[in-house]
Each structure stands twice: as structure tokens, then as C-alpha cells.
């Protein structure tokens, strides 16, 4: 069973261009989760699809930014306009919801898109 | 408002010695999880734990060992003989609802854990 992966795993972008970010959960996962992390911080949650619908969307995410997963696999993050305080590590975590009476969830973490823009 | 403090930012020790990064949460939720991910130099946040709030059984793993407590809101991560290899960041983090509810995770600021040889 492979683990999440994203693509691609460095990107460097002028300020003003258009960039978006794949991920690849794990296979049957239905939640998928992006982060953003900056130096020094933990990671701060961006949005939330359960299969296909977008259910959470973070303050954080201006709308320069959208994400979808059109069927319900994998996702992509656009980020339209880039500033340079968009530069961060994005993440992404996959996860399934427990079976075993109540409910249970870990996230599983890929190894996330470094974005720096100049 | 949740959230989590992990008032270590860095912290030093010698290979072998045992080293606990500390973990304070904060939750109005009375089912919640909390968890704790490392993250080596390559960046990607690696599970360690999840523990329930039902649960206040400490848990030990190999080198490894949790403590929950619910009268402190702490859930303190030790590892025992630290290797070079534990050198990485760690993050606590905590996720809150039950059912239905999001379940993001809410993280600290992270504790930089350096095992010297």
C-alpha cells in the first residue's frame, strides 16, 4: 500500500504566476486535507474534501487560492496571482474514517510541495 | 478554541539520555484526539500516536512512551536511550468532534529535538 504523494515536491514560481500542487491520497481513503506550514510553525489547516465535496474551507484560504478533487481520488491546489507570503510548505493527509465503533481517524501525511516564490 | 502549546522550542541532549517534550492542550470538546507527528529534516510529518480522550492509559512503544493526563490537559511524549536518528521536530496536535465533524488537526509550534553523538 503506497502512501500519500504529491507533486511536485519543489517549486519555484515568480511572484504574479499561477501554480497548482497534486495529491495522491492513499487508495480508498475518502478525507483528503491540505496544510500549509511556514518556517518554524506547525502546519495550519487550508481545506477538507470528504470524496468529491469540499466541506471545510479554511480563513486562510483567499480566494486566490481553490482546491478540488473532482472524483473523489486526488486533489489539486491552485494558488492564482502568487505573493511572496504564499512561499510554504503545502501538505497534504489522507485519511479513512473508523470502523470499529465510534469514530477514529489519523491523518496520513505526504511529503508535502515546497513553494517559494521569488 | 483549541488549541496547543508546546513551550519547548528546542531542546539538546546526548545521545542516551532520556529527553520528554511536553504538550499542552486546550479543548472545550469532551471527545477529542490528540496526536503527536515527527518531521525529519525531509519534511514529511511522520504518525506517531493517536489517543482518545476516553483512554488516560499511558502507552509505551519500544523506546517510547506517552503520558495522558486529562487534569492537566498534557499528553507529554518521552523517549527513552535517544538515538541520533530521533533528532527531528515534533509536533503535537489536536482534533476534536465526533461524527461529522471536520477533525483537522490543530497543531503546536513544534519542539526541535537534537541527539548529539
Known amino acids: 500500500d503506497t502512501g500519500v504523494s504529491q507533486d511536485p515536491r519543489h517549486k519555484i514560481t515568480k511572484r504574479g504566476q499561477n501554480v497548482t500542487f497534486r495529491c495522491d491520497p492513499i487508495s480508498e481513503h475518502n478525507r483528503l486535507y491540505w496544510y500549509r506550514q511556514t518556517l518554524g510553525q506547525g502546519p495550519e489547516f487550508l481545506t477538507y474534501f470528504q470524496n468529491e465535496a469540499q466541506l471545510e474551507k479554511s480563513r486562510l484560504l483567499s480566494d486566490r487560492f481553490s482546491a478540488e478533487r473532482p472524483k473523489g481520488s486526488f486533489s489539486t491546489l491552485e494558488i492564482q496571482r502568487t505573493e511572496q507570503g504564499d512561499s510554504a510548505m503545502y501538505l497534504c493527509?489522507?485519511?479513512?474514517?473508523?470502523?470499529?465503533?465510534?469514530?477514529?481517524?489519523?491523518?496520513?501525511f505526504g511529503p508535502g510541495t515546497r513553494l517559494l516564490v521569488l | 478554541a483549541q488549541k496547543v502549546t508546546q513551550a519547548q522550542t528546542e531542546i539538546s541532549v546526548v545521545e542516551k539520555e532520556d529527553v520528554t517534550l511536553d504538550c499542552v492542550y486546550e479543548t472545550r470538546d469532551t471527545t477529542y484526539y490528540l496526536f503527536w507527528y515527527k518531521q525529519p529534516p525531509s519534511g514529511e510529518l511522520v504518525f506517531l500516536i493517536r489517543r482518545n480522550s476516553f483512554d488516560e492509559q499511558n502507552e509505551i512503544s519500544g523506546r517510547y512512551s506517552w503520558n495522558f493526563q486529562k487534569s492537566t490537559s498534557s499528553f507529554n511524549f518521552t523517549i527513552t536511550a535517544s538515538q541520533v536518528v530521533d533528532s527531528a521536530v515534533y509536533f503535537c496536535?489536536?482534533?476534536?468532534?465526533?461524527?461529522?465533524?471536520?477533525?483537522?488537526?490543530?497543531f503546536g509550534t513544534g519542539t526541535l529535538l537534537a541527539v548529539q553523538p
Open positions: 493527509a489522507s485519511s479513512s474514517p473508523g470502523t470499529s465503533g465510534g469514530y477514529q481517524e489519523t491523518q496520513y
Open positions: 496536535a489536536l482534533s476534536g468532534g465526533y461524527g461529522g465533524a471536520t477533525n483537522k488537526l490543530i
